[in-house]
């Protein structure tokens, strides 16, 4: 929705923020018999609407927004947005700056505008892996995958309305993602950013970010966050550290982050991996496992 909101009946929660974007949780509590405000987008938005229906009407007209929606808005845009069709919205809202905004239509083939000439991107099918993670990082706010997660939103958003046609790989793509990569193994238990990464090879971060997914075949944080999971899993296989000094050892930040990460990789938790592995070895972790 938008930065500024109706107090009494809106409720907002920041989940992250970095260099040029923030992301929010907005929960509007309108209805029909509720009365419209004129608001203003304060930067540009890109917000995913997780729930509800609502009406958004600004200079370029009314359109009604649902969930698996994408609501577009232009900085400094006055608006009013509307719930005579039901009570109540819920939206992860995406604010970028101007030249963040500029910065990712740079590395977008065929795009060469930032203005949204239309308010919305419907339900489309391509949008809802999307729309998943969106859903997830509302429920961790402040996750390592935020930065990322806010690109990848301002890209959908800009290809979605001013699309173009996808460029081949090239040769020096391939070369500069490989010394990604290994940048990646050499660092792979550290804290690294999507900026850090890409200031290591002199990008911007969304090009880092388009050429890694394009050269890859997936995200950065995907592609970290699986080698954790991996090099945990021999760890759980060869060591008989505790769990918990596992977890902290391959670069994750807390034991039940460490645990369902792990479960959903692998379909186990840590302890029932180590036991299937190395028979009898699990009982001394049963009090380290919150499972």
Known sequence: MADLGKVDLTTVRRLA??????????VCRSGPRDPVFEEQHTWVSVSAVLSGSFT???????????????????????????????????????????????EVA?????VTR???????????????????????????????????????????????????????????????????????????????????????????????????RKVVGESPYSYILGRRLTLAAERLRTDRERIADVAFACGFGGLSEFIRRFRTRFGVTPSSYRARARPGSARTDVAHDPT
């Open 17 to 26: 923020s970095g260099d040029g974007w923030r992301v929010s949780e907005i």
């Open 56 to 102: 958004y009407r600004s200079r370029n007209g009314r359109v009604l927004l649902t969930p698996g929606s994408l609501l577009l808005g232009e900085q400094h845009t006055s608006f009013c947005c509307g719930h005579e069709h039901g009570v109540g919205d819920r939206c992860i809202a995406f604010h970028f700056k101007p030249e963040l905004m500029e």
């Open 106 to 110: 740079r590395d977008l083939s065929g």
């Open 114 to 212: 930032t203005d949204f000439p239309k308010h919305r991107l419907p339900p489309l099918q391509r949008l809802a892996p999307l729309i998943a993670d969106v859903q997830a990082l509302a429920e961790q706010p402040g996750s390592r995958g935020a930065e990322e997660m806010a690109l990848r939103m301002a890209g959908a958003a800009l290809s979605g309305i001013h699309e173009g046609s996808a460029r081949p790989i090239t040769a020096t793509e391939e070369r500069r993602m490989a010394e990604a990569l290994r940048l990646m193994e050499a660092r792979l238990v550290e804290p690294l950013s999507l900026g850090v990464l890409a200031q290591e090879l002199g990008m911007g971060r969304h090009p880092f970010l388009r050429t890694f």
